[in-house]
């Protein structure tokens, strides 16, 4: 464990630990947004509908969320650190089993079931550590951390359809395994940081069975009003926000499209998610608006963005709304984990992971499934793209019933108005009346 530190480094090992979450970012959701390319080869080769084969991306995202609220029970228990190898160590695991799979069934377990879960021991442990580190730089941390995704699937996507079309889908899914194998140095990264949390603490461990466990989840959120209307935004805004990840490819398949065309859209996707991460993160802390502010907006924005999709009807215009689609969305996941610490503090952060991820999982199951069945039923994905985006824009209004959200600070649990803290960390004395909106940084809302 680190030497102890009686405010967040933000810095130091920080950035050791913000390269660990870039790559783990790279390796397990930059290979689920270029994804596609093996979905079209799924369809072909196991003559299943779109519905049925969209489960696999499904499954993975939504067993990633599922198993988030015992992952961060292990990590509190066991550590970060331990919880993280061993979610590598399936993750590669279930690629190497998916290249010897007869049928889509097989495939659920395998990339679904091994992939999800070790993606589940990975991230909550990782973020909520990511969190301790960083304060006045949380959200910039956070949007380098996830910018790994951006950058994979600049490379991911083409280099998938290379593999694929080299060594067949079998072939590419155990280069692939070698790849996430690559998880577990990963989690070796990572260091336990022993610091002051900000927000409330954790109270000392009940006596009973049944109340140790509900603190060891930290079921007690889910009494708390802003955490549920987090959650339920959230919800609604993973429903939407994974469905291009999974039929983009295929969309402009069915446009008249070449494959590698198709696959280079993923790329224009992953070019502007680098630069709209780095962008968000900078915005966010250095401007005046609040994190949860923040990503109200970007997520109207990325709303807005998938409902122009099906007017892509040339590449040149569909290369571009891809383009602002990558930079816009790229904003959503670090701002919303940003945007978590403000509401429960740094205490109980890995908790609020898992239990949102848990939550949010419902959206990530259903969303490619149905945006499958809404184009078997329609004939195209332009249907599904206005649905995706529908999901969003009411997620990112159902942001705005936040407590105080319209209010220029945030309140302690007792109600109090934190004191706003200025670049050197140092408590003003309130604020003038009439000056500029400011928010402080990293500390609960309710």
């Given at each position: 464990m680190a030497r102890g530190h009686s405010e967040p480094p933000d810095g130091g090992w920080g950035w050791m630990i913000v390269l660990a979450c870039f790559l783990q970012s790279a390796l397990v959701f930059g290979v689920i947004r270029s994804f596609g390319v093996f979905f079209v080869e799924f369809m072909d080769y196991f003559g299943e509908p779109a519905s049925a084969t969209s489960w696999i991306t499904s499954v993975t995202v939504a067993l990633l969320m599922?198993?988030?609220?015992?992952?961060?029970?292990?990590?509190?228990?066991?550590?970060?650190?331990?919880?993280?190898?061993?979610?590598?160590?399936?993750?590669?695991?279930?690629f190497?089993?998916?290249?010897?799979?007869?049928?889509?069934?097989?495939?659920?377990?395998?990339?679904?079931?091994?992939?999800?879960?070790?993606?589940?021991?990975?991230?909550?442990?990782?973020?909520?550590?990511?969190?301790?580190?960083?304060?006045?730089?949380?959200?910039?941390?956070?949007?380098?951390?996830f910018s790994g995704a951006g950058i994979s699937s600049l490379a991911f996507s083409p280099l998938f359809q290379f593999l694929v079309e080299t060594y067949g889908w079998r072939g590419a899914l155990l280069i692939l395994a070698g790849m996430a194998f690559h998880l577990v140095p990963c989690g070796a990264l990572l260091r336990p940081l022993d610091v002051a949390q900000s927000g409330p603490g954790e109270a000392p461990e009940p006596a009973s069975p049944r109340k140790r466990l509900a603190s060891l989840f930290e079921l007690g959120l889910l009494r708390q009003r802003p955490f549920a209307v987090f959650s339920g935004a959230g919800l609604l805004i993973t429903t939407g926000y994974f469905i291009p990840f999974a039929h983009l490819v295929p969309h402009a398949r069915e446009t008249g499209f070449d494959e590698y065309q198709a696959a280079f859209l993923v790329s224009v996707v992953g070019v502007a998610d680098i630069g709209g991460r780095v962008v968000a993160g900078w915005l966010a802390d250095c401007g005046p608006l609040r994190l949860s502010h923040n990503l109200t907006i970007w997520t109207l924005l990325t709303g807005a963005a998938l409902f122009a999709v099906p007017l892509g009807g040339s590449y040149r215009a569909l290369l571009a709304i891809s383009a602002c689609y990558g930079f816009?969305?790229?904003?959503?996941?670090?701002?919303?984990?940003?945007?978590?610490?403000?509401?429960?503090?740094?205490?109980r952060i890995m908790g609020a992971i898992g239990l949102i991820h848990l939550l949010e999982g419902t959206g990530a199951l259903a969303g490619p499934p149905m945006s499958g069945w809404i184009r078997d039923m329609t004939g195209s994905f332009s249907a599904s793209f206005l649905a995706a985006g529908s999901f969003l824009v009411v997620g990112g209004l159902v942001l705005m019933l936040l407590p105080r959200f319209f209010a220029c600070q945030a309140r302690s649990p007792e109600g109090a108005t934190r004191e706003v803290l200025d670049p050197t960390g140092l408590p003003r004395n309130g604020r003038r009346e009439g000056a500029p909106c400011e928010r402080p940084r990293g500390l609960p809302l309710a």
């Open positions: 599922f198993a988030s609220p015992l992952s961060s029970a292990l990590g509190k228990r066991y550590g970060e650190r331990p919880m993280a190898i061993l979610g590598g160590f399936l993750s590669g695991s279930g190497l089993l998916a290249s010897f799979a007869t049928s889509l069934t097989q495939l659920y377990l395998c990339i679904g079931l091994l992939t999800g879960v070790g993606g589940a021991l990975i991230f909550s442990p990782s973020l909520a550590l990511l969190a301790q580190y960083f304060s006045r730089r949380r959200a910039l941390a956070n949007s380098l951390a816009l969305s790229s904003a959503v996941i670090p701002l919303k984990f940003s945007s978590l610490v403000e509401i429960v503090g740094t205490g």
